[in-house]
Nanobody
Framework: QVQLVESGGGLVQAGGSLRLSCAAS????????MGWYRQPPGKERELVAT??????NYADSVKGRFTISRDNAKNTVYLQMNSLKPEDTAVYYC??????????????WGQGIQVTVSS
């Protein structure tokens, strides 16, 4: 059973930084795409950043502030978050996705971790 375990969340003041980690229970090469999503209070879950063979992708709201990276030897994906804003407050979820040329997709999710940015 695939497990994705997030760590590194918490409370930080606006302008500060946090680094989230997502440790996978298996080789992250088994996922075509790995990424981070977030769900702000009272809102839908949204894409933050992804990494795949095609490169990296970021939501406009985090470009220039967040960086996604991976350590394949540790089966871990990171999200470095700088210049944090109160609107970055959300539960952050790690995602691993397997995709097929047919268009099918199988998603795996972590349990989520809270990030709170105070003003």
């Amino acid at each position: 059973q695939v497990q994705l375990v997030e760590s590194g969340g918490g409370l930080v003041q606006a302008g500060g930084s946090l680094r989230l980690s997502c440790a996978a229970s298996e080789n992250i090469f088994s996922f075509n795409i790995m990424g981070w999503y977030r769900q702000p209070p009272g809102k839908e879950r949204e894409l933050v950043a992804t990494t795949s063979g095609g490169g990296t992708n970021y939501a406009d709201s985090v470009k220039g502030r967040f960086t996604i990276s991976r350590d394949n030897a540790k089966n871990t994906v990171y999200l470095q978050m700088n210049s944090l804003k109160p609107e970055d407050t959300a539960v952050y979820y790690c995602n691993g996705a397997r995709t097929w040329v047919s268009g099918s997709r199988l998603d795996f999710w972590g349990q989520g971790i809270q990030v709170t940015v105070s003003s």
